[in-house]
Nanobody, 116 residues
Framework: QVRLVESGGGLVQAGGSLRLSCSAS????????MGWYRQAPGKQRDLVVAITSSSSLNYTDSVKGRFTISRDNAKNMVHLHMKRLKPEDTAVYYC??????????WGQGTQVTVSS
């Protein structure tokens, strides 16, 4: 079992920046990919960005050039650096991890609100 705990998030004005962090514990050696999903009110949960253990990246188009993911394997952490935030980035952001069998694990979610 893998446990994910997020930190960061909050309220920011459009154009501002935030950093989200996620710490993994438990069977961390089984983790392949880590990343972030987000879910806006009334919408489905969508991928923001994921990074595999071999550092392969997958960003959703709407955040390319504004969001950057970084992964610290020694500390079992992943960070999401978000800049030039837009109101449409408002959502609950969920930390995500998948093991080598693609079994998913989820954090509890953290709210990001971008005011216009």
């Amino acid at each position: 079992q893998v446990r994910l705990v997020e930190s960061g998030g909050g309220l920011v004005q459009a154009g501002g920046s935030l950093r989200l962090s996620c710490s993994a514990s438990g069977r961390t050696a089984s983790i392949n990919a880590m990343g972030w999903y987000r879910q806006a009110p009334g919408k489905q949960r969508d991928l923001v960005v994921a990074i595999t253990s071999s550092s392969s990246l997958n960003y959703t188009d709407s955040v390319k050039g504004r969001f950057t993911i970084s992964r610290d394997n020694a500390k079992n952490m992943v960070h999401l650096h978000m800049k030039r935030l837009k109101p449409e980035d408002t959502a609950v952001y969920y930390c995500y991890a998948a093991d080598y069998n693609d079994y998913p694990y989820w954090g509890q979610g953290t709210q990001v609100t971008v005011s216009s």
